[in-house]
Every structure is written in structure tokens, then in C-alpha cells.
């Protein structure tokens, strides 16, 4: 019982990290290991018959390209992006997000869609775990993820913190339509 919790940790503290892919495989009567590791270890030495295989790979970054997204990575950039958003009257959205957060991964192809659907709001999209972005986090009060900042003709029109469709929906027929 133990050891089959064990390996029940070990195998979830696996599939954690950013990726899940196949450990070992089998082949005939030999165990062919392709990432060495302790969980692999553990199932090698034990006399378990059934080991498990990941045939997906997937990888849980919401850093991924969005067509209409404009990715943000420093300080300066998000200062930069922003003073032209007031001096030109634009209207923009900044989504801040995190790839360990699962509600940003449900809304991320949500807010993909909305600029798809409205090319004259610019979407910003801004990982707040990156290091050069931590002083605008602390001065704007980003304090959940995912939050999303509407402006409407240069001008903050309104926020969204959370994983709302339906008022990420209402919000950007409101200002945008």
C-alpha cells in the first residue's frame, strides 16, 4: 500500500513539471529507460506487471504565439506599449497570465478569438513570472491571474480578474463593438 503511494506521488510530481512524456518503455522482457528518474527506479525494482506508458506530449505553456497578440516581455517594453495606448487614444487590452495557472490556460484561446474578432483592439499578453515585468505587476496591483485591463480610446475602461466568459464576452461588446 505504501509503496503503491509512493509511486502515485512520484508519478504526479512527474507529470507536474512541463511536460509529460514517456518515462520507459517496454520492450520484450527489458525495461528501456529514456529519462532516468526515481520513479523509474522504483517501478524497475518493484514486481509490478502494468507500467504505465504516455504516448501525449503536451506542453503547458501559455506563452504559445496568438495570432493578434502581442506578447510583452520587460518593463520597458510594457511602459512603452502603454504611453502610446494613452497618447494615441487606442483601444487595447492587457491580458496578464501565468503558465501555471489553469483558469489563464481555459481563457487564453477565449482572448485569442476576441482579437481575432476585433482587429482594432490590440491585445497584450504579459507572463507575470517573468522577471523584467515584477515593478509594473506591484505598481498596476496585479494580485490574481487572470486579470485583463480594457482600454477604450486611451483610457482604462474597465477590469476583468478571473475567468469570466460570459463578462470577457459583455465587456468587449460593451467597449469595442
Known amino acids: 500500500m505504501a509503496r503503491n503511494l509512493i509511486v502515485r506521488s512520484l508519478a ?31 517501478i524497475a525494482s518493484s514486481q509490478i506487471s502494468f507500467l504505465p506508458s504516455f504516448h501525449h506530449s503536451r506542453s503547458l505553456c501559455s506563452a504559445s504565439a496568438t495570432p493578434g497578440v502581442v506578447l510583452v516581455n520587460s518593463e520597458e517594453e510594457f511602459n512603452n506599449i502603454l504611453r502610446k495606448v494613452q497618447d ?6 492587457f491580458y ?14 477565449i482572448v485569442g478569438e476576441l482579437s481575432k474578432k476585433y482587429p482594432h483592439v490590440t ?42 466568459v460570459a463578462r470577457l464576452n459583455h465587456i468587449t461588446e460593451k467597449l469595442f463593438k
Do not use: M
Open 96 to 109: 496578464f497570465t501565468a503558465v501555471w495557472c489553469g483558469p489563464c490556460r481555459f481563457i487564453s484561446p
Open 123 to 164: 491585445t497584450y499578453k504579459i507572463d507575470i513570472d517573468q522577471e523584467a515585468i515584477q515593478g509594473t505587476l506591484g505598481k498596476l496591483q496585479i494580485t490574481s491571474v487572470p486579470t485583463l485591463h480594457f482600454f477604450q480610446n486611451g483610457k482604462k475602461a474597465d477590469e476583468l480578474i478571473g475567468a469570466d
Open 88 to 93: 494615441d487614444s487606442l483601444h487595447a487590452i
Open 12 to 42: 504526479l510530481r512527474h507529470a507536474i513539471k512541463n511536460t509529460v512524456r514517456p518515462l520507459f518503455t517496454r520492450h520484450l522482457s527489458s525495461i528501456s529507460i529514456s529519462k532516468p528518474s526515481l520513479f523509474v527506479a522504483t
